[in-house]
T-cell receptor
């Protein structure tokens, strides 16, 4: 079964608006990762937040992690049409050599 | 950055034939690679873990005789879909991990398999 659950499943916004996606997970983690997938393509790693970190920034991306609630959020600020993609959170299984379990994903559509 | 090349990007085959998908790490050595399967509008489902020089580890419910994995070198893993059927049509994605517990996965661009 999937480790993570994400919401919303789909999100449609206008260019310039912010997009927030949430992810919940079930087990203890060393880190949580966010990936982006353009339609019909592989995944691109966006950001990794370690279990002892609460917030991390990368450009227009901001990720938070609340280990007490087993949840994370990805915020994309000032969205662009090119941000249209599916976004997945993923958590590594403990002691299994980098094996990642992915959430269900959020399909983001940014309208110009 | 680390690059993973997956080939072919798409393939159409007839029922009963076998298809081989290659996954190469271009600028780093990957002792472990992962194979995922993705249905339209769904998440990635881990199929198996490919270990260089040893047998692959398959996830529950994945037929190892159906999906043959070979990881003969530190830069190449292959997935062969044997005796393909239309229900095997899917998007297959490989990935490789860097060193360390906090290393992200590097993904290939995926292979769209259509079995007619």
């Amino acid at each position: 079964s999937q480790q993570g659950e994400e919401d919303p499943q789909a999100l449609s916004i206008q260019e310039g608006e912010n997009a927030t996606m949430n992810c919940s997970y079930k087990t203890s983690i060393n880190n949580l990762q966010w990936y982006r997938q353009n339609s019909g393509r592989g995944l691109v790693h966006l950001i990794l937040i370690r279990s002892n970190e609460r917030e991390k920034h990368s450009g227009r991306l901001r990720v938070t992690l609340d280990t007490s609630k087993k949840s994370s959020s990805l915020l994309i600020t000032a969205s662009r049409a090119a941000d249209t993609a599916s976004y997945f959170c993923a958590t590594p299984l403990y002691n299994q050599g980098g094996k990642l379990i992915f959430g269900q994903g959020t399909e983001l559509s940014v309208k110009p | 950055g680390a690059v993973v090349s997956q080939h072919p990007s798409w393939v159409i085959c007839k029922s009963g034939t076998s298809v081989k998908i290659e996954c190469r790490s271009l600028d780093f050595q990957a002792t472990t690679m992962f194979w995922y399967r993705q249905f339209p509008k769904q998440s990635l489902m881990l199929m198996a873990t490919s270990n260089e020089g040893s047998k692959a580890t398959y996830e529950q419910g994945v037929e190892k005789d159906k999906f043959l994995i070979n990881h003969a070198s530190l830069t190449l893993s292959t997935l062969t879909v044997t005796s393909a059927h239309p229900e095997d049509s899917s998007f297959y994605i490989c990935s490789a991990t860097g060193q360390g517990v906090n290393s992200p996965l590097h993904f290939g661009n995926g292979t769209r398999l259509t079995v007619t």
